[in-house]
């Protein structure tokens, strides 16, 4: 794993050094948008809608619809003056029971190690928290965004998980929660009887996705029996590195003519006829009176070759 942030922890007068790395990973299957005839990849290009001009990176900025049509345009030094923390510290505001948060709050999760001389330290805070039975609410910022998230101790190890924010959770708003639904108690003790008769321990390593694994046999079967497409030219190359080792190659073999050396390429052979001329004029003598015109007017062409060479 790679650590994608480093920090550390304020626990009162304690500062723990930290690394974070990612926790959870992605494992769905992929796919590229590609043309169905080829298989050539799809291409996008950035464009203005105003002018139609394509757009480089460095011309792009952020811009905050007002409505209206209306836009306002930030640059990174709007940005620079925003009061976010740049002491890069998860800083530890309180200890809850972990009751009293709502999953619905969790966003991502990060496993935090401890950096240097922080493994004391790391132990004591991760062995409190156990102790006491309570996560820790901490602040940390992470690619230029202030979070709410909570400290917590999984398999030894301590885990930030980050936060929404209170006014980010949607209200539920349904007609069915204004009308007045009864249950009868036997629908009641039925329903709580199916709920005892498939009751369980949860042991997520018994669960899997059925869906990617069916989706991952049919890529199999379609490698196995070789049906895919494969483009003429995978990945376009740059032009001017074609360019330059055509260049190269033909400068290579231009050498060594003119050293003397034998080129194995077909190219180099083709100055050969120039070389070969004066056999053809000696045997042109020997020849009889009726083959001597042909051999006349093959000499302008010797004198071509001659000029050319």
């Given at each position: ?9 304020s ?16 494992k ?12 050539g990849r799809i291409?996008y ?6 002018d ?6 460095d011309d ?6 007002i409505g209206g ?9 709007d940005?620079?003056?925003l009061p ?8 530890v505001?309180?200890f ?15 496993y ?12 004591l ?10 996560v820790a609410i901490?602040?940390?910022?992470i690619?230029q965004?202030?979070q ?10 301590l885990?930030?998980n980050t936060?929404l924010?209170?006014d980010e959770?949607?209200t539920?708003?349904?007609g069915?929660?204004d009308e007045?639904?009864?249950t009868r ?6 329903a709580s ?18 869906y ?9 079967a379609?490698?196995e ?6 483009p003429?030219?995978?990945e ?10 055509a260049?190269l190659?033909a400068?290579v ?8 050396e034998?080129a ?5 052979a083709?100055?050969?006829p ?5 056999a ?11 083959k001597k ?7 302008p062409?010797k004198?071509?070759?001659k000029k050319s060479?």
């Amino acid at each position: 794993m790679r650590a994608i942030w480093k920090g550390a922890v304020s626990f009162g007068l304690v500062s723990i050094a930290v690394k974070l790395y990612s926790a959870t990973e992605e494992k769905d299957i992929r796919f590229h948008q590609v043309h169905r005839t080829d298989g050539g990849r799809i291409k996008y290009q950035r464009t203005c809608s105003v002018d139609g001009e394509v757009v480089s990176y460095d011309d792009i900025a952020k811009g905050y619809d007002i409505g209206g049509g209306e836009m306002v345009i930030l640059t990174d030094e709007d940005f620079a003056d925003l009061p976010l923390t740049t002491s890069r510290a998860i800083d530890v505001l309180e200890f809850v029971p972990a009751e009293q948060i709502d999953p619905i709050l969790f966003a991502k999760s990060y496993y935090l190690e401890p950096e240097g001389q922080a493994a004391k330290p790391y132990v004591l805070l991760r062995d409190a928290l156990q102790d006491a039975d309570r996560v820790a609410i901490v602040k940390i910022a992470i690619r230029q965004r202030e979070q709410l998230a909570t400290l917590r101790v999984h398999e030894g190890v301590l885990v930030l998980n980050t936060m929404l924010w209170p006014d980010e959770v949607r209200t539920p708003d349904f007609g069915f929660l204004d009308e007045d639904i009864e249950t009868r108690p036997a629908e009641l003790a039925m329903a709580s009887s199916l709920i005892d008769s498939m009751a369980g321990s949860f042991k997520a390593e018994e669960f899997t996705d059925n869906y990617r694994a069916a989706l991952q046999e049919v890529i199999d079967a379609k490698v196995e029996g070789r049906e895919i497409v494969q483009p003429e030219e995978a990945e376009e190359a740059p032009a001017a590195a074609v360019d330059l080792m055509a260049a190269l190659k033909a400068s290579v073999e231009r050498a060594k003519a003119a050293r003397g050396e034998s080129a194995p390429a077909p190219a180099a052979a083709a100055p050969a006829p120039a070389a070969a001329a004066p056999a053809k004029k000696a045997a042109a003598k020997k020849t009889t009176a009726a083959k001597k015109a042909p051999a006349k007017k093959a000499a302008p062409a010797k004198k071509a070759v001659k000029k050319s060479a």
